[in-house]
């Protein structure tokens, strides 16, 4: 983050979007799945179960990505 910052710095919304951001793509992953799983037991299906497991730590991910970029 601070090398691709020093190229190209994030604005103050780029940068606060960062934990947000960072699960965009495993949120539409786990959106892709939820059609598989309408009518049944959501709470079996792999793909959910490992979205939830994962979101907290990409989060945080992103939070730790915004002390590297600063406006």
């Given at each position: 983050m601070?090398?691709?910052?020093?190229v190209?710095?994030?604005?103050?919304?780029?940068q606060?979007?960062?934990?947000?951001?960072?699960?965009?793509n495993?949120?539409v992953?786990?959106?892709?799945?939820?059609?598989?799983?309408?009518?049944?037991?959501?709470?079996a299906?792999?793909?959910?179960?490992?979205?939830?497991?994962?979101y907290?730590?990409?989060?945080?991910i992103?939070?730790?990505?915004?002390?590297?970029?600063?406006?």
């Amino acid at each position: 983050m601070r090398g691709y910052c020093s190229v190209r710095p994030l604005t103050g919304q780029e940068q606060q979007a960062l934990p947000i951001a960072t699960c965009f793509n495993d949120a539409v992953w786990a959106a892709q799945a939820i059609p598989q799983v309408i009518g049944r037991n959501w709470r079996a299906n792999r793909t959910l179960h490992r979205f939830g497991a994962r979101y907290p730590s990409l989060a945080r991910i992103g939070q730790v990505a915004q002390q590297y970029c600063t406006v």
